[in-house]
Every structure is written in C-alpha cells, then in structure tokens.
C-alpha cells in the first residue's frame, strides 16, 4: 500500500514516535496510520528511520531522512510521543536513539566508558505512572506515563562493581497498558542502540497494586 502524507491537518505529524514539523512532498510504502482526538496522525513505518534536524539541515536534506548520530549527543526535547502498542521484546532489543540524551553536567565523569549502558523505555498507552528510577542512591531520571519512549546513557551514575538500581512507582489510578523499563549494556550502532538480554527489566501494568512499586535490583559493572 502507498501512503500520500497531507500536512494541512489540525494536528501534528507523527513518524515511528517521532514529530515532523517539516515534511518534503513523500511518498511512504508500507505504513500504518492512525489519528488521535487531538487531530495528530500517527505514522508506522518500519522500513524507514526518522531523526530531528534543526532548520538549517532540513533546507538540505528532509526532515524524514535518517543522518548519524553527531560525535557529541544533545538532551532530548523536553516531550516526546507515545509509541505504539507494547509487545514483548525481542531477545535482541533495538530502539531509535532520536531520543537520547547524556549525563548533566552535573554527574562527574563516569567511572565506566559512555554509550555502554543504557536506560530504556516502552509505554503501551499506559496512565497514572510515575516512576523514579536511583542508581546507588541518586535520582536519575524521572518517568511518566505517556511522555513516550526514553532512551538514556546511565553511565555517568555507575561504577565498576556491584550497583544498586531502585525502582519506585508513586502513581495513582493506573489506566491502559503496561510499561517497561530496562536497564542494561547496549551498544550505539549507527544510530540504534543495541540492547541484548537486558540486566533489569521492570514491569507496571494497570492491574497492579501501588503497595508493590518499588523493587531494587543488584546491577554488576565489570
């Protein structure tokens, strides 16, 4: 099936979770669309690869196509979009990196080598979440339902030996689907961070009971 994408909608533009606030004229195969409330159209397109550019790439080349990664990341806009329906991983778990993000300045420098461990995320729709991931004691990212996927290079928080990752959900009136959080080595691969069989992985569902949110595990850096 072909798809012709139309940009004079109420909404945004919404490509594998990614925004495209600019679009050349395009014509996209094998693609699944969906439209929300709001008047957003939801793009599925598993052959195809989206990142942000900023205006003044975008006059060279459209704003759809994939680039590489620069040599150093830059923090990830301040929202990004749901991803699709949630379904059990692959035992090789690949994301987008359109939403990576390193370490503030603040966290000294990492006592293991960056873009070798990663936080990662998938939200099926869920509500209610809010979840507090700490990496021996230190508050490392916050995570809430419906603020779509993340994916972040936890390095700066770990060090070599036994580290303790904590995992507290202080939510209320949970709702939709489930959501995931890993945390495990990875590796950057032209732009998609390769994660196998990753060391923590945490489950909320609607079904769940707010008393069992926070769970701890033992994470070994070599």
């Avoid at 994939?66 to 990830?76: C, E, I, L, Q």
């Avoid at 809430?144 to 303790?164: A, F, P």
């Amino acid at each position: 099936m072909i798809l012709s994408v139309a940009l004079a909608l109420a909404g945004g533009v919404y490509i594998n979770g990614v925004k495209a606030d600019v679009l050349p004229v395009m014509t996209m195969e094998d693609v699944s669309v969906r439209f929300d409330q709001s008047g957003n159209v939801w793009i599925d397109a598993p052959l195809y690869r989206v990142t942000v550019v900023s205006p003044a790439a975008s006059q060279a080349a459209p704003a759809a196509s994939y680039s590489a990664p620069p040599a150093a990341y830059s923090p990830p806009p301040s929202t990004s979009t749901p991803l699709a329906a949630y379904a059990s991983p692959p035992a090789i778990y690949t994301a987008p990196v359109a939403n990576y993000s390193a370490p503030p300045p603040s966290v000294a420098a990492p006592a293991v080598a960056p873009a070798t461990w990663w936080l990662v995320t998938e939200d099926s729709d869920s509500s209610g979440h809010d979840v507090e991931l700490l990496i021996n004691g230190a508050l490392v990212r916050q995570i809430r339902s419906g603020e779509g996927q993340v994916i972040l290079d936890v390095g700066g928080w770990l060090r070599r030996g036994q580290n303790t990752v904590e995992l507290r959900d202080a939510g209320t009136r949970y709702g939709g689907g489930g959501i995931v959080i890993y945390v495990g080595r990875g590796s950057d691969s032209g732009g998609t961070v390769r994660m196998d069989a990753p060391d923590v992985r945490y489950t909320r569902r609607a079904t769940d009971l707010q008393s069992t949110g926070s769970k701890q595990f033992t994470l070994n850096v070599p």
